[in-house]
C-alpha cells in the first residue's frame, strides 16, 4: 500500500440544498405535463419518452462505459474525478422507469409489433424471429442485467475502498472492466438496434451501433464535465484541479465530437453515394417536411460549433467555455434522438411543449440523482491507489 | 508474479540506463560494420526485392494479363496487397501521433521504428495502385489535374481518385513527421561522428540543431501540431480505402460499418508488424532495457482491443446480412462461409478473431516466443480478409451466368512476395543508417528524468 494517502486531506461537503429543489422541481412538472401529454396525445408522448429514455441510457450506460474504461486502459488523470462518473451511473434505474410506458403501449411506437402487418410484408416476416415482444423484452433485460450488476460490483469495491485504501479492490475492478468492454460493445449495439433503429424494421445499418454509442459517449463525458466544471469552480474536490484536467476534458469533448461526426458522416456518405432504395429510405424520410432543417441544424450545433468551440487549447481550460459547451452537447443529443427517432411519427417536423417534457424530466433526473449519490457516498475516491498520481497529473 | 502497485507510476525502460549509454547502444549499429547475419538477411531480402522488379518490367511489356484476374474478378492480388500494406502503416501513425496526442509516454520507445515503418509500407502499397491500372505510364498522367486536350477528366468524384490523395498527402505529412524528429538526433550524431562524410551528412539533416531552449520550444509546438495534422490523415486514408469498397453496390462491399472496421483493421495488422519486427530488433541490438516486455505487452493488449473490434464488425455485418432481409446479400455471407472461398474465410476468422483472443491471458502476451507466432497468424489473417472481401465478392455477384473463380499466377505471388522483400530491405536498411529509437525521446522518460524523480 502506498503512503501517499496518508497526506490527502479530503472533508465531504454536502452540496447545494437548491439542487434537490431544482431536481424535484422539475421532476414533478416534468411528470404532470408527461401526464398531460399521455391523456392529449398518447403515441407522441410515448415517442418523446423514447427520446427521453435514449438520452438519459446514454448518459448513465455512457458514464458506466467511462468508468470501465479508466480501469481498463489504467487512466490516472481521470481518478480524481471518477466519483462525478459514478454518480451519474446511478441513473440508469431511473431512467429504466422510462421504458415500462414503451413496453406498456409497444403498439403505438413498434411498427413490427402488429402481427397483420408484418404476416403480410414479407421482410418483416423474415425478421419476426428477432423482431418479437418476448424478445424483445427478454433483450432488454438481459442488457440492463449486464449493465447493473458490473455497476453495482465496480462501485460497491470502489466506495469501500474509500474505507480499506486497499488495492485488491482496483485489481478486482480492473478484472471486471476488462470483461465488461466487450460485453458493453455488445450491449449497446442491441439497444440501439432494438429501441432505434427498429423504428424502421426495414431499415438496416451495421454502422448504427457504433453511431449511438459515439452519441452517448460524447453526452456522457458532456454531463460528466459539466458537474466536474461546477463542483471544481464551487472547490468542492479539496484538491487542486489544473488546467490540465480541464485541458483533458476538453479535448476528450473535442475528440469524440469529432468521432460522432466521422461516423455520422460516414454512414450518410456510404448509403447516398450506394443509393440503394432499401437503405435510402430511411435518409429521404428525413429530407422532407420540414426534417431536412433538423438535419442541417444537428450538424451545425453537434459538430461545427463545439468543433470550433473547442478547437484551441486556451479554450480547453477555459471553464466558461468548457462549461457552456458541455451543457451545449448534452442539449444537442436531444436534436440527434429527435432527428433519429420522430420522422417515424411525424411526416413533418412537429415541435410543441409535448417535446419539451422529457428534457425537463431528464435533467430533473440527472441533478435529483447526482444530489443523492454525493449525499451519500464521498466525492473524490479518497481510498484509490491512483489517485495521487491523478491529482499530480499534468500534460 | 508481484503484482501491480496502481499508486507509482510504472517505469518505462528498465535498469535506468545513463544518457551515455543509451547513446551508445542506439548508435552502435550505425557505427559498426554491419554483422555476418545482417548481410545474409539483406541478401534474402534483396532477393525477394528483385523479384518484385522482374515482375514489374515483365508486367509493363505485357500488361495485367499476367496475373490471375479475370471478369468479374477484375481486382485480385493488387487491391488485397495494397489495402494489406496500407494497413500496416496505420500502427506507425497511432504510436507517433495518436499516442503522443493521448500523453502516452510508452510510445516513444517505439514510435520512430513504428514510424519508419509507416513509410516504407504505404511505399510498398503505392506500386499496387499504380500498376494495377495496367498502362501505368498513362496513368500517373490520368491522376494528374491535366488540361484537358484528351476530353478526359480525372473523375473526382470516385474514392478511387480520393485514394490518391489520401495516400499520398498521408506519406508526405508521416515523412515530414517522421524528419521532425530525427533532427535533434542527427544533431547528436553530428556531434558524435568523427567520420568527416558522416559529419558533413548529419551537420546538413540536422539543419543547424543546438539543442538550445527555444529549438525545444519550437520543436515541441510542430511536433504537436504534425501530430493533430496525421491523426485525421491516418483515419482518412484507411476510412477511403474503405469507401473504395464499400460505395458500390455489390453485396459484402457496400455495408456502413466499414470505415471503422477498416481503421481498426489496419491498426490490428499494423500493431502485428511492429511487433514482429521489434521482438528481433531488441534482441539483435540489445535494446531490451529500452524496448522492454511491458512495451511488447501493451502492443498485444492493442491488438487484442483492435482484433477484437474486428471481430465485431464482422458479427455486425453477419446479423445486418440476415436482419436486412436483402437475399443477395445474405447469400454472399453464407457463400463466404461456405462457398468456394470458405477455406479463406475460415483462415481469416481465427487467425484474426479466435486465436488473438489467446492475448487475455498475461503468460502468453508476455512470452516472446508465443506473441511472434500469433503476430505472424494476425497478419496472415488481416492479408486474408482482404482476400475474402475483394474475391468472394468479385467472384460471385449478381449474375451467376459470370461467375468465375480467381485463380492467382505466379506473377501475382511475385508481386506480393516481391513487396514483402521490399519492405524488410528497407527495415534493414533503415536499422543500420538511422538510430531506430528516439534518442532525444527515450531519454527523457528513463527513470530519474522527470522533476519528480527528484523529490
Same mark, same amino acid.
Given at each position: 500500500?502506498?503512503?501517499?494517502?496518508?497526506?490527502?486531506?479530503?472533508?465531504?461537503?454536502?452540496?447545494?440544498?437548491?439542487?434537490?429543489?431544482?431536481?424535484?422541481?422539475?421532476?414533478?412538472?416534468?411528470?404532470?405535463?408527461?401526464?398531460?401529454?399521455?391523456?392529449?396525445?398518447?403515441?407522441?408522448?410515448?415517442?418523446?419518452?423514447?427520446?427521453?429514455?435514449?438520452?438519459?441510457?446514454?448518459? %448513465?450506460?455512457?458514464?458506466?462505459?467511462?468508468?470501465?474504461?479508466?480501469?481498463?486502459?489504467?487512466?490516472?488523470?481521470?481518478?480524481?474525478?471518477?466519483?462525478?462518473?459514478?454518480?451519474?451511473?446511478?441513473?440508469?434505474?431511473? %431512467?429504466?422507469?422510462?421504458?415500462?410506458?414503451?413496453?406498456?403501449?409497444?403498439?403505438?411506437?413498434?411498427?413490427?409489433?402488429?402481427?397483420?402487418?408484418?404476416?403480410?410484408?414479407?421482410?418483416?416476416?423474415?425478421?419476426? @424471429?428477432?423482431?418479437?415482444?418476448?424478445?424483445?423484452?427478454?433483450?432488454?433485460?438481459?442488457?440492463?442485467?449486464?449493465?447493473?450488476?458490473?455497476?453495482?460490483?465496480?462501485?460497491?469495491?470502489?466506495?469501500?475502498?474509500?474505507?480499506?485504501?486497499?488495492?485488491?479492490?482496483?485489481?478486482?475492478?480492473?478484472?471486471?472492466?476488462?470483461?465488461?468492454?466487450?460485453?458493453?460493445?455488445?450491449?449497446?449495439?442491441?439497444?440501439?438496434?432494438?429501441?432505434?433503429?427498429?423504428?424502421?424494421?426495414?431499415?438496416?445499418?451495421?454502422?448504427?451501433?457504433?453511431?449511438?454509442? @459515439?452519441?452517448?459517449?460524447?453526452?456522457?463525458?458532456?454531463?460528466?464535465?459539466?458537474?466536474?466544471?461546477?463542483?471544481?469552480?464551487?472547490?468542492?474536490?479539496?484538491?487542486?484541479?489544473?488546467?490540465?484536467?480541464?485541458?483533458?476534458?476538453?479535448?476528450?469533448?473535442?475528440?469524440?465530437?469529432?468521432?460522432?461526426?466521422?461516423?455520422?458522416?460516414?454512414?450518410?456518405?456510404?448509403?447516398?453515394? %450506394?443509393?440503394?432504395?432499401?437503405?435510402?429510405?430511411?435518409?429521404?424520410?428525413?429530407?422532407?417536411?420540414?426534417?431536412?432543417?433538423?438535419?442541417?441544424?444537428?450538424?451545425?450545433?453537434?459538430?461545427?460549433?463545439?468543433?470550433? %468551440?473547442?478547437?484551441?487549447?486556451?479554450?480547453?481550460?477555459?471553464?466558461?467555455?468548457?462549461?457552456?459547451?458541455?451543457?451545449?452537447?448534452?442539449?444537442?443529443?436531444?436534436?440527434?434522438?429527435?432527428?433519429?427517432?420522430?420522422?417515424?411519427?411525424?411526416?413533418?417536423?412537429?415541435?410543441?411543449?409535448?417535446?419539451?417534457?422529457?428534457?425537463?424530466? @431528464?435533467?430533473?433526473?440527472?441533478?435529483?440523482?447526482?444530489?443523492?449519490?454525493?449525499?451519500?457516498?464521498?466525492?473524490?475516491?479518497?481510498?484509490?491507489?491512483?489517485?495521487?498520481?491523478?491529482?499530480?497529473?499534468?500534460? | 508474479?508481484?503484482?501491480?502497485?496502481?499508486?507509482?507510476?510504472?517505469?518505462?525502460?528498465?535498469?535506468?540506463?545513463?544518457?551515455?549509454?543509451?547513446?551508445?547502444?542506439?548508435?552502435?549499429?550505425?557505427?559498426?560494420?554491419?554483422?555476418?547475419?545482417?548481410?545474409?538477411?539483406?541478401?534474402?531480402?534483396?532477393?525477394?526485392?528483385?523479384?518484385?522488379?522482374?515482375? $514489374?518490367?515483365?508486367?509493363?511489356?505485357?500488361?495485367?494479363?499476367?496475373?490471375?484476374?479475370?471478369?468479374?474478378?477484375?481486382?485480385?492480388?493488387?487491391?488485397?496487397?495494397?489495402?494489406?500494406?496500407?494497413?500496416?502503416?496505420?500502427?506507425?501513425?497511432?504510436?507517433?501521433?495518436?499516442?503522443?496526442?493521448?500523453?502516452?509516454?510508452?510510445?516513444?520507445?517505439?514510435?520512430?521504428?513504428?514510424?519508419?515503418?509507416?513509410?516504407?509500407?504505404?511505399?510498398?502499397?503505392?506500386?499496387?495502385? $499504380?500498376?494495377?491500372?495496367?498502362?501505368?505510364?498513362?496513368?500517373?498522367?490520368?491522376?494528374?489535374?491535366?488540361?484537358?486536350?484528351?476530353?478526359?477528366?480525372?473523375?473526382?468524384?470516385?474514392?478511387?481518385?480520393?485514394?490518391? *490523395?489520401?495516400?499520398?498527402?498521408?506519406?508526405?505529412?508521416?515523412?515530414?513527421?517522421?524528419?521532425?524528429?530525427?533532427?535533434?538526433?542527427?544533431?547528436?550524431?553530428?556531434?558524435?561522428?568523427?567520420?568527416?562524410?558522416?559529419?558533413?551528412?548529419?551537420?546538413?539533416?540536422?539543419?543547424?540543431?543546438?539543442?538550445?531552449?527555444?529549438?525545444?520550444?519550437?520543436?515541441?509546438?510542430?511536433?504537436?501540431? $504534425?501530430?493533430?495534422?496525421?491523426?485525421?490523415?491516418?483515419?482518412?486514408?484507411?476510412?477511403?480505402?474503405?469507401?473504395?469498397?464499400?460505395?458500390?453496390?455489390?453485396?459484402?462491399?457496400?455495408?456502413?460499418?466499414?470505415?471503422?472496421? *477498416?481503421?481498426?483493421?489496419?491498426? *490490428?495488422?499494423? !500493431?502485428?508488424?511492429?511487433?514482429?519486427?521489434?521482438?528481433?530488433?531488441?534482441?539483435?541490438?540489445?535494446?531490451?532495457?529500452?524496448?522492454?516486455?511491458?512495451?511488447?505487452?501493451?502492443?498485444?493488449?492493442?491488438?487484442?482491443?483492435?482484433?477484437?473490434?474486428?471481430?465485431?464488425?464482422?458479427?455486425?455485418?453477419?446479423?445486418?446480412?440476415?436482419?436486412?432481409?436483402?437475399?443477395?446479400?445474405?447469400?454472399?455471407?453464407?457463400?463466404?462461409?461456405?462457398?468456394?472461398?470458405?477455406?479463406?474465410?475460415?483462415?481469416?476468422?481465427?487467425?484474426?478473431?479466435?486465436?488473438?483472443?489467446?492475448?487475455?491471458?498475461?503468460?502468453?502476451?508476455?512470452?516472446?516466443?508465443?506473441? !511472434?507466432?500469433?503476430?505472424?497468424?494476425?497478419?496472415?489473417?488481416?492479408?486474408?480478409?482482404?482476400?475474402?472481401?475483394?474475391?468472394?465478392?468479385?467472384?460471385?455477384?449478381? $449474375?451467376?451466368?459470370?461467375?468465375?473463380? !480467381?485463380?492467382?499466377?505466379?506473377?501475382?505471388?511475385? !508481386?506480393?512476395?516481391?513487396?514483402?522483400?521490399?519492405?524488410?530491405?528497407?527495415?534493414?536498411?533503415?536499422?543500420?543508417?538511422?538510430?531506430?529509437?528516439?534518442?532525444?525521446?527515450?531519454?527523457?522518460?528513463?527513470?530519474?528524468?522527470?522533476?519528480?524523480?527528484?523529490?
Amino acid at each position: 500500500m502506498s503512503e501517499t494517502h496518508t497526506s490527502f486531506e479530503y472533508q465531504k461537503q454536502p452540496l447545494p440544498a437548491k439542487w434537490q429543489t431544482i431536481g424535484w422541481t422539475c421532476i414533478a412538472i416534468g411528470v404532470a405535463l408527461a401526464a398531460l401529454s399521455y391523456f392529449g396525445d398518447r403515441p407522441r408522448m410515448l415517442f418523446n419518452d423514447l427520446i427521453g429514455l435514449t438520452f438519459l441510457m446514454s448518459v %448513465a450506460v455512457g458514464a458506466i462505459f467511462f468508468v470501465a474504461l479508466e480501469y481498463f486502459v489504467g487512466a490516472v488523470w481521470s481518478t480524481p474525478f471518477r466519483r462525478v462518473t459514478e454518480f451519474l451511473g446511478a441513473i440508469l434505474p431511473y %431512467a429504466t422507469v422510462l421504458a415500462l410506458p414503451i413496453v406498456a403501449y409497444a403498439h403505438d411506437v413498434f411498427h413490427w409489433t402488429h402481427h397483420d402487418v408484418v404476416m403480410a410484408d414479407e421482410i418483416l416476416r423474415g425478421k419476426a @424471429s428477432y423482431l418479437n415482444m418476448k424478445f424483445f423484452t427478454g433483450r432488454f433485460i438481459s442488457v440492463l442485467l449486464v449493465w447493473f450488476v458490473y455497476y453495482s460490483i465496480v462501485t460497491y469495491n470502489s466506495y469501500k475502498q474509500d474505507k480499506t485504501q486497499d488495492q485488491k479492490h482496483t485489481r478486482l475492478n480492473v478484472k471486471l472492466s476488462t470483461i465488461f468492454i466487450p460485453l458493453f460493445a455488445i450491449s449497446i449495439t442491441m439497444f440501439s438496434v432494438d429501441w432505434i433503429m427498429s423504428l424502421e424494421p426495414h431499415w438496416f445499418s451495421t454502422m448504427f451501433g457504433v453511431y449511438y454509442f @459515439s452519441g452517448t459517449a460524447l453526452t456522457s463525458l458532456a454531463v460528466i464535465t459539466f458537474f466536474v466544471v461546477t463542483l471544481g469552480e464551487r472547490g468542492y474536490f479539496s484538491f487542486k484541479i489544473t488546467p490540465d484536467h480541464y485541458y483533458s476534458f476538453g479535448a476528450f469533448l473535442f475528440a469524440f465530437t469529432c468521432f460522432w461526426a466521422y461516423i455520422a458522416f460516414c454512414q450518410f456518405l456510404l448509403i447516398w453515394y %450506394a443509393n440503394i432504395p432499401e437503405e435510402t429510405f430511411w435518409y429521404m424520410a428525413r429530407w422532407k417536411g420540414g426534417w431536412e432543417y433538423v438535419g442541417v441544424l444537428l450538424i451545425l450545433v453537434r459538430f461545427w460549433i463545439p468543433f470550433f %468551440a473547442l478547437s484551441s487549447r486556451s479554450s480547453k481550460m477555459n471553464l466558461k467555455r468548457l462549461k457552456t459547451m458541455s451543457v451545449w452537447i448534452a442539449a444537442s443529443h436531444f436534436i440527434d434522438l429527435y432527428w433519429l427517432i420522430m420522422p417515424t411519427h411525424y411526416k413533418t417536423v412537429s415541435l410543441g411543449w409535448q417535446e419539451f417534457v422529457f428534457p425537463i424530466i @431528464s435533467f430533473g433526473i440527472i441533478v435529483l440523482v447526482f444530489f443523492n449519490e454525493a449525499k451519500k457516498k464521498n466525492l473524490v475516491p479518497i481510498g484509490d491507489p491512483k489517485l495521487q498520481r491523478g491529482i499530480d497529473f499534468r500534460l | 508474479m508481484a503484482s501491480i502497485d496502481y499508486s507509482t507510476e510504472p517505469s518505462l525502460t528498465e535498469g535506468r540506463p545513463s544518457a551515455a549509454s543509451i547513446d551508445e547502444v542506439i548508435i552502435k549499429p550505425l557505427d559498426t560494420f554491419p554483422t555476418k547475419r545482417w548481410w545474409i538477411g539483406i541478401s534474402f531480402t534483396g532477393t525477394l526485392a528483385l523479384i518484385w522488379v522482374v515482375q $514489374l518490367v515483365w508486367l509493363s511489356i505485357k500488361g495485367v494479363g499476367i496475373w490471375g484476374i479475370n471478369q468479374p474478378v477484375s481486382w485480385g492480388f493488387d487491391l488485397v496487397n495494397f489495402v494489406f500494406w496500407i494497413g500496416i502503416g496505420h500502427a506507425g501513425t497511432l504510436i507517433s501521433a495518436i499516442l503522443f496526442l493521448l500523453r502516452q509516454r510508452w510510445r516513444t520507445g517505439i514510435a520512430r521504428f513504428a514510424e519508419a515503418m509507416t513509410i516504407f509500407a504505404v511505399l510498398c502499397a503505392a506500386p499496387f495502385v $499504380l500498376f494495377h491500372t495496367g498502362r501505368w505510364w498513362v496513368a500517373a498522367v490520368y491522376l494528374l489535374p491535366y488540361p484537358s486536350q484528351h476530353g478526359i477528366w480525372p473523375n473526382f468524384s470516385s474514392p478511387l481518385m480520393w485514394d490518391v *490523395f489520401a495516400v499520398s498527402t498521408y506519406l508526405t505529412v508521416s515523412l515530414v513527421f517522421w524528419y521532425l524528429g530525427l533532427v535533434p538526433d542527427f544533431a547528436t550524431l553530428r556531434d558524435r561522428t568523427t567520420h568527416k562524410i558522416k559529419k558533413i551528412a548529419y551537420s546538413i539533416l540536422s539543419l543547424g540543431w543546438r539543442f538550445s531552449n527555444k529549438h525545444w520550444q519550437h520543436y515541441e509546438r510542430v511536433y504537436l501540431i $504534425l501530430a493533430g495534422f496525421s491523426t485525421p490523415l491516418v483515419l482518412s486514408v484507411h476510412t477511403i480505402v474503405s469507401f473504395d469498397f464499400a460505395v458500390s453496390v455489390l453485396p459484402g462491399w457496400h455495408t456502413t460499418i466499414f470505415p471503422p472496421y *477498416f481503421v481498426a483493421g489496419a491498426i *490490428f495488422s499494423g !500493431f502485428a508488424m511492429v511487433q514482429n519486427v521489434l521482438v528481433v530488433t531488441r534482441k539483435l541490438f540489445h535494446f531490451e532495457h529500452l524496448i522492454t516486455m511491458g512495451h511488447l505487452e501493451k502492443m498485444n493488449k492493442i491488438m487484442l482491443a483492435t482484433g477484437s473490434m474486428v471481430g465485431y464488425a464482422y458479427a455486425m455485418e453477419f446479423f445486418i446480412a440476415w436482419y436486412g432481409g436483402n437475399p443477395v446479400e445474405s447469400f454472399t455471407f453464407l457463400n463466404r462461409m461456405l462457398g468456394p472461398y470458405a477455406w479463406a474465410y475460415w483462415t481469416m476468422v481465427s487467425c484474426n478473431v479466435i486465436f488473438p483472443q489467446l492475448f487475455w491471458f498475461k503468460k502468453i502476451r508476455t512470452s516472446i516466443p508465443l506473441m !511472434f507466432v500469433l503476430g505472424v497468424i494476425v497478419n496472415i489473417g488481416m492479408w486474408f480478409e482482404r482476400f475474402v472481401i475483394v474475391v468472394t465478392s468479385l467472384s460471385r455477384d449478381y $449474375l451467376p451466368s459470370s461467375w468465375q473463380s !480467381f485463380v492467382p499466377t505466379m506473377w501475382d505471388f511475385a !508481386f506480393f512476395i516481391g513487396s514483402i522483400g521490399l519492405f524488410f530491405t528497407m527495415v534493414l536498411i533503415f536499422v543500420r543508417v538511422l538510430p531506430s529509437i528516439a534518442l532525444a525521446e527515450i531519454k527523457a522518460v528513463v527513470d530519474g528524468a522527470q522533476p519528480k524523480h527528484h523529490k
